[in-house]
Nanobody, 124 residues
Framework: QVKLVESGGGLVQAGGSLGLSCAASGRTVSTYAMGWFRQAQGKEREFVATIDWSGTSTRYADSVKVRFISSRDKAKNMVHLQMSSLTPQYTAVYYC?????????????????WGQGTLVPFSS
């Protein structure tokens, strides 16, 4: 059974940067694509980024391209999301998710396991 635990959420200021991490456990997690989604208050969950099982292929939502970088450390079963040039629009709960689908899936229903989420609030 795959289990995901996010960390790294915290208060961000305009133009600031923040790194999120996701610790994955489970026998097959190294073969899973890993994604990041976010949900802002009052809005639907939306796709942010995905990295394939090998860590060599990534896909990003248009709204975060250039600003966000997803990476994975297969030896440690960790996935990271480095966010930069942040603005208040990025305030949300960020979720890590795992998908058994080969490639870089971006649709939420293709992800079978979800973390509990980590809040990224913005400092006014």
């Amino acid at each position: 059974q795959v289990k995901l635990v996010e960390s790294g959420g915290g208060l961000v200021q305009a133009g600031g940067s923040l790194g999120l991490s996701c610790a994955a456990s489970g026998r097959t997690v190294s073969t899973y694509a890993m994604g990041w989604f976010r949900q802002a208050q009052g809005k639907e969950r939306e796709f942010v980024a995905t990295i394939d099982w090998s860590g060599t292929s990534t896909r990003y939502a248009d709204s975060v391209k250039v600003r966000f970088i997803s990476s994975r450390d297969k030896a440690k079963n960790m996935v990271h999301l480095q966010m930069s040039s942040l603005t208040p629009q990025y305030t949300a709960v960020y979720y890590c998710a795992a998908s058994p689908i080969v490639g870089v899936p971006i649709i939420g229903r293709n992800f079978s396991t979800w973390g509990q989420g980590t809040l990224v609030p913005f400092s006014s």
